[in-house]
C-alpha cells in the first residue's frame, strides 16, 4: 500500500465520535446471491468478520425455506459460530415459528421486518402493512419475556418500486408502531436507494417529533444511485450511530439488472475513519475478508475502497 | 421507468438553490480512456451534453498532441462546436503555445492545470510547484488581456500517491498563488479519491480564512474510494456553487487498476434534484447520452445511477 492508503483524519463538526457498524453481509449480502454458498464457508466468513472488529455480524435467518433457499442451513450453521458472543449474532426472524427455531440454538439478539408500504408489504410478507405489525406481536412478547433484543427493519422508509417517494408520516406511523409493540432499535432501511440526503435528515427529524429518539434508529443504504455514503453522512450529522452495511458490498451483483447495492463496509469504514470516527474495524483485515469472499463467490466485489486498495496489493 | 424513478424532492437546510455543473466527460473524461474516439463521435457527444442542458462542457486540451493523443485533434473539433456559445465550452491550455492556438480557434474560456504537491507537479509537468505557477504566469497575463475566462485545475488537493496526506496549508498557499496570477475560479482537485467530508469542509474554511470567497471554488471529487458525493454534499453545506462531474462516470476505468474514478454525472444530478436544488439539467436525456458513449467506447459505464435508469427502461 501506498502513502496514500488512508485518508487525512479530519473530523467534521457536531458528528458522533464511534459508530456501531451493524455488518449484514452474511445475511442480508448471501441471501440475494445467486450462488448458495457452503455452510463452512459461511462460518468462515462470519468468523472473519468478527475477528475483523465488526461488533455485530447478522448471521442468518429463520425465514422458511422455501422463500431463502440460501440461507436454508441455519440450524447447521449457527453453532458453528459457538466461540462469538450470541449477543454479536442477530438472526432474521419473521414469525413464531422462526422464533422458536432461533430460541432453541441460543440466539439472543432477533430482527423482525416491516414494511412501510402496502404495495412492499403485499410482495414481501403477502399481508397488509397492519397484518404484518399482528404477525410480529406475540413473537416481540415472547422475545422480551425471554430477555432477547429485537431489532426492527422497516424497509421502502423512502421510495417505493410501485409507489414512488413514501410519505414522510407514513414511515413515522409504521416506526412507531413497531416501537410501540416492543423493538429496541429500528433501522430505516431505503431498499430501493433513491433517498438523497435531505430526506433522511426530513424523516429522522419527523421521528425525533414524534417521540422517537435518534439513539434508537440506524439507517440501512443502498447504493443503487450511488447516494449510501451521502445519505449516512447526513444520518450521521442528525446523531445517528448505528449503519449498516455489507462486506464487499454483497447483496446485489452490480451487473444485474437485479441489483440491490448494499452500502460497501469497506466504503463505510474509509468515510468514518477518516472523519475522525471509531470503529473498532481493521480495513486491512476487512478487505482482505472481501477479497476473499468475492473469489469464493466467483465475481468481482462492488465496493470501491476494496477495489483500490486491493489493486495496490 | 417506474414510479419511483425520482427521488423525494427534500431540500436541506442551508444549502444553495442551485448548483452549476462543470461537466469534464468529453475533455478529464475522454482524455483517460483507452479508445480514441473519432473526432464526430466527440462532437456528437460535446452536443448532446450541452442539450442536456449542462451549462458548461469541457471540451477538449491543448496539451502537445505527444502527452495526450486521445485530444490531439483539438484543431479539428473546436470548429465542429460553432453553434455553441464560447463561453460554454472551457479548453485545457498548458503554456503560452496552448494558449495561442485555443485564441487561434476562438476559446473564451480556459483552463490551466497546476499541482498542490512537488510529486505530482513533477511527474505530471515535470516541473516544481513554483516553477508551474511561473510557466502559468504568462498564460494568464495574456488570458487576462484578452478578457478570457480561467480556471485554475489544482490537482492533489487531499492526498497524494507519493506523498500521502497533503497538509491543509500546503494547499490554501497554492490555490491563493493560483488566484493571485489571475485565476477566475479554481477548481479543488481529489485527484486519487481520498478525501472524506471533514477534510473538505476544513480545507474550504482555511481557504475562506485566506481571503479565498467561497464563490471562486469549484470542487472536483473522484470516486476512487466511494468518497466524491459525499464529498459533495458537504461542499454544498459549505456554499459551493460549482462542482465538477463527468458524464456516465467516464475517465477510469472501473475494472482497471488504473481506476481513476471521476464523480458520475448521474449520481450527482440525482442528488441534487432530490435536494431540490436546480441544475438546468434533463436527466433522462444526459442518461440517453451517457448510454450511447458507453456503447461507443465498448465498456458499461460506472454510474450507478446510469444503470439503475437504464435498467428500468
Redesign the interface.
Known amino acids: 500500500m501506498?502513502?496514500?492508503?488512508?485518508?487525512?483524519e479530519?473530523?467534521?463538526?457536531g458528528?458522533p465520535t464511534r459508530v456501531r457498524i451493524h455488518e449484514v453481509g452474511a445475511r442480508d449480502g448471501l441471501q440475494n446471491e445467486k450462488t448458495v454458498v457452503p455452510t463452512e464457508i459461511k462460518a468462515e466468513f462470519i468468523h472473519r468478520l468478527a475477528d475483523a472488529g465488526l461488533p455485530v455480524v447478522e448471521a442468518t435467518s429463520f425465514v422458511h425455506p422455501k422463500w431463502v433457499p440460501q440461507l436454508a442451513d441455519a440450524e447447521q450453521l449457527f453453532p458453528l459460530l459457538g466461540d462469538i458472543a450470541p449477543h454479536r449474532l442477530p438472526v432474521l426472524v419473521p414469525n413464531e415459528r422462526g422464533l422458536d427455531r432461533a430460541l432453541a440454538l441460543g440466539a439472543r439478539r432477533i430482527a423482525v421486518f416491516g414494511s412501510a408500504t402496502e404495495s412492499f408489504a403485499k410482495a414481501n410478507l403477502n399481508r397488509t402493512v397492519d397484518e404484518a405489525l399482528a404477525m410480529f406481536a406475540p413473537v416481540l412478547a415472547r422475545a422480551k419475556d425471554a430477555k432477547v433484543h429485537v431489532r426492527g427493519y422497516l424497509s421502502m422508509c423512502?421510495?417505493?418500486?410501485?409507489?414512488?417517494?413514501?410519505p414522510i408520516a407514513q414511515t413515522v406511523r409504521v416506526c412507531r408502531a413497531l416501537l410501540d409493540l416492543g423493538c429496541d432499535e429500528l433501522s430505516l432501511g431505503d431498499t430501493?436507494?433513491?433517498?438523497?440526503?435531505?430526506?433522511v435528515?426530513?424523516l429522522l427529524a419527523a421521528l425525533n417529533e414524534a417521540g422517537v429518539p435518534t439513539s434508537r434508529l440506524g439507517v440501512h443504504f443502498h447504493?443503487?444511485?450511488?447516494?449510501a455514503?451521502?445519505n449516512?453522512?447526513?444520518a450521521l450529522q442528525h446523531g445517528v450511530t448505528t449503519v449498516d452495511a455489507s462486506a464487499g458490498g454483497l447483496g446485489g451483483c452490480?451487473?444485474a439488472?437485479s441489483?440491490t447495492?448494499n452500502l460497501?463496509t469497506e466504503?463505510l469504514v474509509?468515510?468514518l475513519?477518516?472523519?475522525?470516527i471509531e470503529t473498532g474495524v481493521d480495513l486491512d483485515r476487512l478487505t482482505a475478508t472481501s477479497v476473499w469472499m468475492a473469489e469464493a463467490l466467483g465475481r468481482?466485489s462492488p465496493?470501491?475502497?476494496l477495489?483500490?486498495l486491493s489493486?495496490k496489493e
Do not use: C, N
Open positions: 501506498t502513502a496514500a492508503g488512508l485518508p487525512m479530519v473530523t467534521a463538526e458528528l423512502f421510495g417505493d418500486p410501485w409507489e414512488g417517494p413514501v430501493i436507494g433513491v433517498a438523497t440526503p435531505g430526506h435528515q426530513h447504493d443503487t444511485y450511488g447516494q455514503l451521502a449516512t453522512f447526513a452490480p451487473y439488472k441489483a447495492g460497501a466504503d474509509w468515510m475513519h477518516g472523519l475522525g468481482p465496493s470501491r475502497t477495489r483500490a489493486h
